[in-house]
């Protein structure tokens, strides 16, 4: 008996497979001296600086590393960073593509294979064949990507960027984007036909303007040679040095009153005024940007969603709606 127990014993071992070992994936870079923000739906700002806040980032993967993903709607496409890309090791190939910062100063963009951009906390990918180089030290908050979140949605989903709460996440159903919306004041929409950067009309001392929502740039900026701008730049006596985000400097001031109205709200707030003709008068352009410093005073919660289809191509314009408290 004992014999059989030893042999039945022996045949069980035998028919059982040992446990099955997952191989999980190596991230393909070398990102020991990076902290990239933790996978969850919260928002973080890489910098604060008074009443200055950083872009928004939050967290991604890349080829199995995890990074940070720098959430800009001031881009038309998405980007991975230089210096990713060098410690990724992927090819690059110069173009004639250029990117912009808010002075108008130029920057290089090269073309790669695509990249998938993982963005964990909407269960969106995004992808990108582009490299840029903005001058910053971007690694040292981990950010390996720009993506724009207007461009990051799904058929009959609305994805939503609360600068109230500081999160970013997909929401389970419109009435859940109407619930959100009912504490909110001042709103507008969107639906960027012209290209995917997000225009609202606004009034500067009474004058018409047009400026870009930008979650880029950490100020609300207006330009000089804008028809909103021309009057207050005439009155400035003294400019200041700001650096560019691809180098170079322009001449700015920032003044702390100025009367704006927009979406149904007015009332007086801080602008940078820049010396400089920025995006005005280029096709699609802008008199200005509505920066991050005014989206975290109001409380702004940004909807993203597709908008009309594009002909019969299955292709959409991203539209976009925000709210804001006054």
């Known amino acids: 008996m004992a014999g059989l127990l030893v042999v039945a014993a022996l045949v069980y ?35 604060r600086l008074g009443r200055r806040v950083g872009f928004p980032v939050v967290h991604g993967r890349i080829a199995a590393c995890d990074v940070g993903v720098f959430l800009d709607t001031g881009v038309s496409a998405p980007l991975m960073m230089s210096w990713f890309a060098d410690r990724l090791g992927v090819r690059r ?21 695509d990249v998938v951009i993982a963005l964990d ?26 993506v724009p979140p207007q461009l990051a949605v799904s058929k009959g989903r609305v994805v939503a960027l609360d600068f109230g709460d500081g999160t970013y996440r997909r929401l389970a159903s ?6 959100l919306t ?42 000089s040679e804008s028809d909103a701008g021309h009057p207050i730049a005439a009155r400035i006596q003294h400019w200041e040095k700001q650096e560019s985000t ?32 920025g995006h005005v008068g280029a096709p699609c352009g802008f008199d200005g940007v509505l920066g991050v410093d005014f989206l975290v005073d109001h409380h702004c919660l940004l909807l ?5 289809e594009v002909g019969d191509s299955g292709l959409y314009y991203p539209k976009t709606r925000g709210f804001c408290r006054p």
């Not at 190939?93 to 294979?113: K, N, P, Y």
């Not at 960027?192 to 900026?221: M, Q």
């Open 13 to 47: 071992v035998l028919r059982t497979p040992p446990p099955r070992v997952v191989p999980q994936p190596v991230c393909a870079a070398n990102l020991r001296d990076v902290t990239p923000p933790p996978l969850s739906d919260k928002v973080s700002y890489a910098w």
């Open 93 to 113: 190939t110069s173009t004639d593509a250029a990117a912009f910062d808010l002075g108008g100063h130029q920057g290089a963009v090269e073309a790669t294979d």
């Open 121 to 146: 906390s909407i269960g969106i990918d995004s992808h990108t064949s582009a490299v840029t180089a903005p001058r910053g030290d971007l690694f040292k908050y981990g950010i390996a990507a720009i």
């Open 174 to 179: 419109r009435d859940e984007a109407d619930a």
């Open 182 to 223: 009912r504490s909110r004041g001042a709103s507008f929409e969107v639906e960027s036909r012209c290209d995917a950067i997000i225009h609202v009309p606004l009034a500067i001392e009474g004058r018409s303007a047009s400026f870009a929502v930008d979650t880029g740039s950490p100020i609300t900026v207006l330009y």
């Open 246 to 277: 691809y180098g170079g400097s322009v001449d700015h001031i920032e003044l702390p009153n100025v009367p704006v109205a927009i979406g149904g709200m007015a009332g007086l707030m801080w602008m940078d005024v820049w010396k400089s003709p």
């Open 304 to 308: 993203f969603e597709l908008g009309n």
